[in-house]
């Protein structure tokens, strides 16, 4: 139990489609991350929030995009759905950023893109 | 901007059997974590590491950052330490910038 928790746990899109995944993080945890693990790969960052802005961002295109909220609580969006952005969303937190904090990760959300 | 290169990238082996898993990185980071993700896909920190040696039950975990290399043990290995296993380090070195993660190891021990 990471007291991270992710939803949906499973769910199918059509291309095209917007999607929306969300995360509830541990209580005081102002960092949080996203990450997209395609089948039989590591995991590759999306962006994170610090204190409900963004300050740091992979190479993913605009149509991936977050908001956290002040309960800690955040949410990844991505627009224009394509079959590539079918994988395993993870999000991660922390107290303080992963320099030097355990991360606590969620069971994961798998987007399937029809 | 960190890469990061795991070995082996599989690893069969007997139950009670010594494990090693390397993990290399190319920048000066300020801590090193290892992680577990089981079938299912949820992902456990097992260890963060910015020096030395850590140990928690079977696990060892130890860290060079000289030499930017860092591997993980398992003594007396079980069945249900089959899992992959994935060693992150911050993308930038250090601060708040997400992980770079290794491609992992996945890791088969048969009774």
């Known amino acids: 139990e990471t007291g991270v928790t992710q939803s949906p746990t499973h769910l199918i899109k059509t291309r095209g489609q917007q999607v929306t995944l969300r995360c509830s993080s541990q209580s005081g945890h102002n960092t949080v991350s996203w990450y997209q693990q395609a089948l039989g790969q590591g995991p590759q960052f999306i962006f994170q929030?610090?204190?409900?802005?963004?300050?740091g961002r992979g190479n993913f295109p605009p149509r991936f995009s977050g908001l956290q909220f002040p309960n800690y609580s955040s949410e990844l969006n991505v627009n224009a759905l394509e079959l590539d952005d079918s994988a395993l969303y993870l999000c991660?937190?922390?107290?303080?950023?992963?320099?030097?904090?355990?991360?606590?990760f969620g069971e994961g959300s798998w987007l399937t893109v029809v | 901007k960190n890469e990061v290169e795991q070995s082996p990238q599989n690893l069969t082996a007997q139950e009670g059997e010594f494990i090693t898993i390397n993990c290399s990185y190319s920048v000066g980071i300020s801590a090193l974590h290892w992680l577990q993700q089981h079938p299912g896909g949820g992902i456990v920190s097992l260890f963060m590491l910015s020096s030395g040696k850590k140990k928690h039950g079977r696990l060892i975990a130890t860290i060079n950052i000289q030499e930017k290399h860092s591997s993980l043990h398992i003594t007396a290995s079980h069945p249900r330490d089959s899992a992959v296993y994935i060693c992150a380090v911050p993308r930038l070195g250090g601060g708040a910038d997400g992980l770079t993660f290794g491609k992992g190891t996945h890791l088969i021990i048969q009774p």
């Open positions: 929030y610090y204190r409900e802005e963004e300050n």
């Open positions: 991660a937190s922390s107290l303080d950023g992963y320099s030097g904090n355990t991360i606590y």
